[in-house]
T-cell receptor, first 113, second 116 residues
Framework: DVKVTQSSRYLVKRTGEKVFLECVQD?????MFWYRQDPGLGLRLIYF???????EKGDIPEGYSVSREKKERFSLILESASTNQTSMYLC????????????FGPGTRLLVL | AQKITQTQPGMFVQEKEAVTLDCTYD???????LFWYKQPSSGEMIFLIY??????QNATEGRYSLNFQKARKSANLVISASQLGDSAMYFC?????????????FGSGTRLLVRP
């Protein structure tokens, strides 16, 4: 079974803190993605990566950065957390086969106070 | 630009009945894929079904089927014989198969509640 794990299910941080969200997949997938999910807005892509050390901006990259030093690990970084970054964060991975779905982690619910 | 529209924020269905969740999409591409995901209250996104734009038949996976109408740009999910465990958020998503990034674009979702 494909497994995508995220480092935390719930996080509470204070405004201005640096926040790291970690994602690990065990299927040797080339592609990894970070989304945020807000009520009524669906999932919006923050960043994605199609190879080690490669990253591309998604639709809402402002306030975020990412790191992919190893193929299996994709980190999302909030350099200085703000209250409007309170959200559910979902990591996903996929192979590069055309019909391949994305496999998602369990999500991290982040609250920024 | 590509866009997915789910016009039903919430729906009710009686247990054991069938239900259709609507999804329309907008793209100028000829080659694309359409996905449906289920998200229970636990939060994890679960892949349900896939339809390629060139697939001649509608996709089916157990109790899930996809009513694909290419000319109308709709890809509705049909759940037959609803079960209580089907209560969840459902998301329709699209990928441009000519886009090497393999990004997905999601709709805003439909919350389905199955009544006993």
């Amino acid at each position: 079974d494909v497994k995508v794990t995220q480092s935390s299910r719930y996080l509470v941080k204070r405004t201005g803190e640096k926040v790291f969200l970690e994602c690990v997949q065990d299927m040797d997938h080339e592609n990894m993605f970070w989304y945020r999910q807000d009520p009524g807005l669906g999932l919006r892509l923050i960043y994605f990566s199609y190879d080690v050390k490669m990253k591309e901006k998604g639709d809402i990259p402002e306030g975020y950065s990412v790191s992919r030093e190893k193929k299996e690990r994709f980190s999302l970084i909030l350099e200085s957390a703000s209250t409007n970054q309170t959200s559910m964060y979902l990591c996903a991975s996929s192979s590069s086969r055309v019909r391949e779905t994305q496999y998602f982690g369990p999500g991290t619910r982040l609250l920024v106070l | 630009a590509q866009k997915i529209t789910q016009t039903q924020p919430g729906m009710f269905v009686q247990e054991k009945e069938a239900v259709t969740l609507d999804c329309t999409y907008d793209t100028s591409d000829q080659s694309y894929g359409l996905f449906w995901y289920k998200q229970p209250s636990s939060g994890e996104m679960i892949f349900l079904i896939y339809q390629g734009s060139y697939d001649e038949q509608n996709a089916t996976e157990g109790r899930y089927s996809l009513n694909f109408q290419k000319a109308r740009k709709s890809a509705n999910l049909v759940i037959s014989a609803s079960q209580l465990g089907d209560s969840a958020m459902y998301f329709c998503a699209m990928r441009d198969r000519e886009d090497s990034s393999y990004k997905l674009i999601f709709g805003s979702g439909t919350r389905l509640l199955v009544r006993p």
